[in-house]
């Protein structure tokens, strides 16, 4: 058996269904890989799946595809290719409470933004305002991260980033209002959030094991497309017991299995896009245009 650890991006969540399916049926134990997942509660966040990576702490790391960018740029250097793409389009928006009377992201000027501290997320926020007519003059607030959600419900911040098909189903169940700007919508064309994160060495050196955990895992998230129910029951295990409580799970499974792609599609990642996003980054002045020219995903691992 290879052993092998992911860390998860947040606390278990639908986008994170697929590894626990493949996990719980043993598609990775009858292909050799025992993995551990784990949950960003056993260091309150301290550090982020990235910096686990870099660490050399686990083998694979859920994160946006800025975490790419960001640990081939830093000064010291880490490698890293994205290997997998969880959703093949966008579920994430900058949410708002509808009583704010917020209708535009132009109108968050001078408002309060709960940031992740992720790579260039204050400033894609600061674009959409100014994409908007705007000045771009938030005031940016950095909550403990397992409590920004609760920053915004509770009127501590007037906006903040979110997952449409998680919070976004949480605010639905308890009948609050959001008002949702996606980044597409102002001019960015973001990427792909999120990604499972490797060290480039590592995959050299592991490649057969690593092939069998990405296409183990591709069969764990088209089994949830298909076993709506089932995905349900194994995933609910594994959730908060405040999620537990306050997320319709069939409904945020039903509402994202659509984006896990297809036989064909699943986990892949288009160069187009990818490129859109990189000289987006560039041409606003947030990297040199040596990542233009940097592996920074790779395809290769389906078979």
């Known amino acids: 058996m290879t052993n092998l650890k992911l860390a998860l991006d947040w606390t278990p969540n639908t986008n994170h269904i697929g590894f626990f399916i493949a996990n719980e049926l043993g598609f990775y134990e009858k292909n050799g890989i025992h993995l551990e997942i784990i949950d960003p509660r056993v260091d309150n966040y301290e550090k982020t799946p990235g910096k686990k990576l870099a660490e050399k702490e686990v083998d694979f790391a859920i994160a946006p595809f800025e975490t790419v960018i960001s640990l081939n740029t830093k000064k010291n250097k880490v490698e890293a290719l994205a290997i997998y793409a969880i959703l093949q389009e966008d579920l994430s ?29 204050d400033e894609i926020v600061k674009s959409m305002i100014r994409n908007n007519q705007g000045i771009g003059n938030i005031k940016i607030e950095y909550p403990t991260k397992l409590g920004i959600w609760n920053t915004l419900l509770s009127g501590e911040a007037n ?23 996606k980044m597409k919508d102002y001019h960015i064309p973001y990427s792909y959030s999120p990604v499972v994160v490797c060290r480039k060495e590592a995959i050299a050196s592991n490649v057969n094991a690593y092939q069998k955990f990405v296409e183990q895992s591709k069969r764990g998230f088209l089994y949830a497309k298909e076993n709506l129910t ?41 160069k ?10 560039v041409e606003n002045n947030l990297e040199s245009d040596i990542i233009l020219n940097q592996p920074l995903y790779t395809n290769d691992l389906f078979q």
């Open 230 to 270: 089932h995905a349900e029951e194994i995933l609910k295990k594994h959730l908060t017991e405040y999620d537990q409580v306050n997320i319709n799970l069939s409904k945020s499974i039903s509402y994202t299995v659509p984006f896990f792609g297809d036989e064909h599609s699943a986990g892949k990642m288009d």
């Open 159 to 181: 906006a903040t980033w979110i997952f449409d098909n998680w919070e976004g189903i949480e605010a639905e169940g308890k009948n609050i209002s959001l008002t949702h700007f």
């Open 272 to 281: 187009e896009r990818v490129d859109l996003f990189l000289k987006w980054i």
């Open 93 to 121: 928006s900058i949410a708002c409470l509808t009583s704010s009377r917020i209708k535009s992201p132009k109108q968050l000027d001078g408002k309060i933004y709960a940031s992740y501290k992720a790579r260039y997320e």
